[in-house]
């Protein structure tokens, strides 16, 4: 008989075991002459010598898997437990798909399209990065799948997410509820993407002890935002004040994606976009990245693409005829111009 106690290290050993145990679980089945025991970080096995260092093995692997991939679904488990090569091709294959980060039921997430794929590299090389583009290219999605990594894999305390609380053309009125009720529907984009990354009882046990933490952009006034990967979302609806406050709020071992649609600005008639500007005067700022995506990287439903361009197109028409409509007057006011000067009388 032989007595093993590995101690788990480097991870969250829920990751590990799975919700309710299901992953150890399919460990105990596959070897059901060990005793396999958890508590805490700590693993016990007991059992003939062969078959524990065989479960000691495949945690061990399984340990590896997590850290290098961030996360390991009960379907590499059972590949792993069938056969190592198995497991091993398909660990690979997901490498090598450029996944970002593994969905709460193991599911890879990872960039779609090429401009896509080029937000998650400018994160990689800067601290801050706008991200702009219509609705459906999967910006704001993307940016909470790297903050996500980012939490897992440590190189972040906490996870921010923020947007101004905005009414998109809509008056709501009064807000029944306390606080957090009346500011949840403006974030619900942003609980949604987090609802695909991570189980409903980790993601809960988080945003309860702050480890994520999802508010409206005027709390973020007066504080600084460090050790932290932080997401504004809809930016085009914050005026220059406000996008000039969050940018200042920083920290030094901050990250930060900004997303945008400068095509829907939802702010009231008298108040101007603070978007377009910070693009413009933050372009030449070393360490600050842009990344604008089209109709191309849209991957909602197949309409979407075609209901962006053709929005586009219109707006390109109305641009036209405005700008036919005034040269018009201009050149009506010039000859009038011209021909009082040639007539004085």
Known sequence: MSDVILT????DPLELYGENNAKLNLLKRAYPDVQI???????????EKKGTQDVKTKLELMVKMIQEKHDLSTQVVEDLLISDHAADNKISQHASGGVIVYGKNGAPIKAKTRNQKMLVECSEENDIVFAIGPAGTGKTYTAVALAVRALKNKMVRKIILTRPAVEAGEHLGFLPGD?????????????????????????????????????PLAFMRGRTLDHSFIILDEAQNCTTTQLKMFLTRLGPSAKCIITGDLSQIDLPGHQKSGLRKALQILAPVDGIGQ????????????????????????????EAEKLRQREEKEKAKADAIEQMNADPS
Not at 293 to 318: F, N, P
């Open 37 to 47: 025991t958890s508590r805490g970080n700590q693993v016990k096995l007991k059992g």
């Open 8 to 11: 788990i290290e480097g991870i």
């Open 291 to 318: 990344i604008h995506l089209g109709s191309e990287d849209v991957v909602r439903h197949r309409l979407v693409k075609e209901i962006i361009r053709s929005y586009d197109l219109a707006d390109e028409q109305e």
């Open 179 to 215: 606080l957090k009720e009346k500011v949840d529907p403006y974030l619900r984009p942003l609980y949604d993407a987090l609802d695909d990354m991570l189980p409903a009882e980790k993601l809960n046990f988080l945003i309860t002890n702050r480890v994520i933490e999802v508010a």
